[in-house]
């Protein structure tokens, strides 16, 4: 089964704080993505990588940056937390098009920046 | 870029009864369609998929429909269950499966005893 997993379940940090969430998948996915989940918003792309040391933005990136320096692994980066960036953040995975389907989720983070 | 709206936000249905989810994309280039479920508490999971080449699928209880030219999709839960209580979303992609999604604003669905 394939497994997505998201270093911290609960993070507090403050304002201005350069944030790290970490994403890492075991089953040798080529495409990763961020999402943040907040109510009444859905699930909004943060950014996405379809290869190592590939990016694009998504929708919402400002604030946002990542790497992805090795295939399994996947991280967004908050610059300098804010407190609009207070919010659950999703990743997934998946295999390209022409493969299997569909989305493989971690647990997510749940972020409070005070 | 591609926009999925999703309708209602909330839905309560009691036990037995049927439970519809609509949605609606704005790129005619969209070709996947999946729907995620979310319990309290859990990460999306993918429950059925279509893809811009059938107009219905079924599995078991739930089934998505497709309308390519008014560019809407659906989704049918029958005799609901109390389980079946969750965040329902919707979502659209280009080129397949695999590449990036684009989710509607999500479903909150509850099966009533």
């Known amino acids: 089964d394939v497994k997505v997993t998201q270093s911290s379940r609960y993070l507090v940090k403050r304002t201005g704080e350069k944030v790290f969430l970490e994403c890492v998948q075991d089953?040798?996915?080529?495409?990763m993505f961020w999402y943040r989940q907040d109510p009444g918003l859905g699930l909004r792309l943060i950014y996405f990588?379809?290869?190592?040391?590939?990016?694009e933005k998504g929708d919402i990136p400002e604030g946002y940056s990542v790497s992805r320096e090795k295939k399994e692994r996947f991280s967004l980066i908050l610059e300098s937390a804010s407190t609009n960036q207070t919010s659950m953040y999703l990743c997934?995975?998946?295999?390209?098009?022409?493969?299997?389907?569909?989305?493989?989720f971690g647990s997510g983070t749940r972020l409070t920046v005070v | 870029g591609e926009n999925v709206e999703q309708h209602p936000s909330t839905l309560s249905v009691q036990e037995g009864d049927s439970a519809v989810i609509k949605c609606t994309y704005s790129?005619?280039?969209?070709?996947?369609f999946p729907w995620y479920k979310q319990e309290l508490g859990k990460r999306p999971q993918l429950i059925i998929d279509?893809?811009?080449?059938?107009g219905e699928k079924k599995d078991q209880r739930i089934a998505v429909t497709l309308n390519k030219t008014a560019k809407h999709f659906s989704l049918h839960i029958t005799e609901t269950q109390p389980e079946d209580s969750a965040v329902y979303f919707c979502?659209?992609?280009?080129?397949?499966?695999?590449?990036?999604?684009?989710f509607g604003t999500g479903t909150q669905l509850k099966v009533e005893l």
């Open positions: 997934a995975s998946s295999f390209p098009q022409g493969r299997r389907v569909g989305y493989t």
């Open positions: 089953m040798d996915h080529e495409n």
């Open positions: 990588s379809y290869d190592v040391k590939m990016k």
């Open positions: 790129d005619s280039a969209s070709n996947y």
């Open positions: 279509i893809r811009s080449n059938v």
């Open positions: 979502a659209a992609s280009k080129g397949g499966g695999g590449n990036k999604l684009t």
